[in-house]
């Protein structure tokens, strides 16, 4: 049973810095491609960032240059680290991560606000 769980999400004033970690079990990590999805209230879910299994990143624009994904193999977790946030980056942010058959898995969302 594939089980994904955030943690560290929470409240920051903009301009500060949060770091998302992602626990995988149940599943071979190594080989998965993980993603940080988020949703703000009365939108749709959209994609951050993503990692391949080979570490190949890709990122919406609206974060280039401000967050970074990561992995860690050894330890099953993909990480979040949101620099130089902003009131726009609020919302609740999902896990994502995508099997080599295919299947997608989700994590049960953490939230991030961003206010002074």
């Known amino acids: 049973q594939v089980q994904l769980v955030e943690s560290g999400g929470g409240l920051v004033q903009p301009g500060g810095s949060l770091r998302l970690s992602c626990a995988a079990s149940g599943m071979i990590f190594s080989a998965a491609a993980m993603g940080w999805y988020r949703q703000a209230p009365g939108k749709q879910r959209e994609l951050v960032a993503r990692i391949t299994s080979g570490s190949i990143t890709n990122y919406v624009d609206s974060v280039k240059g401000r967050f970074t994904i990561s992995r860690d193999n050894a330890k099953n977790t993909v990480y979040l680290q949101m620099n130089s946030l902003k009131p726009d980056d609020t919302a609740v942010y999902y896990c994502?991560?995508?099997?080599?058959?295919?299947?997608?898995?989700w994590g049960q969302g953490t939230q991030v606000t961003v206010s002074s």
């Open positions: 994502n991560a995508r099997n080599v058959q295919g299947r997608l898995y």
